[in-house]
């Protein structure tokens, strides 16, 4: 079993920036992909990016792009995603996920931590 906590959430007004971590602990962990997901209220759970554990590669949502950086710490098992350029629509409460096998879905969930926004 895998467990994710997510951290580092909070309110900023608009145009400044957080940094999210996302650290691993339980069984051997060796994800094939980490990403992290939001999900705003009224509004279905979205991708926002996603990085590779060997090799690094990322991949952003194109609302993201420019202004949020995924990173990892293979030594720390911990994900971070930096958020700059905060807009009002990226308030929602960010999930880091993991996924064991490439292609398949995300396996293990964080419980979320909120990032509010203001304009």
């Known amino acids: 079993q895998v467990q994710l906590v997510e951290s580092g959430g909070g309110s900023v007004q608009a145009g400044g920036s957080l940094r999210l971590s996302c650290a691993a602990s339980?069984?051997?962990?060796?994800?094939?992909?980490m990403g992290w997901f939001r999900q705003a209220p009224g509004k279905d759970r979205e991708f926002v990016a996603s990085?590779?554990?060997?090799?690094?590669?990322?991949y952003y949502a194109d609302s993201v792009k420019g202004r949020f950086t995924i990173s990892r710490d293979n030594a720390k098992n911990t994900v971070y995603l930096q958020m700059n350029g905060l807009k009002p629509e990226d308030t929602a409460v960010y999930y880091c996920?993991?996924?064991?096998?490439?292609?398949?879905?995300?396996?293990?969930w964080g419980q979320g931590t909120q990032v509010t926004v203001s304009s």
């Open positions: 996920a993991s996924r064991i096998i490439a292609g398949s879905s995300f396996d293990y």
């Open positions: 339980g069984r051997t962990f060796s994800p094939y992909t």
């Open positions: 990085i590779r554990w060997s090799g690094g590669g990322t």
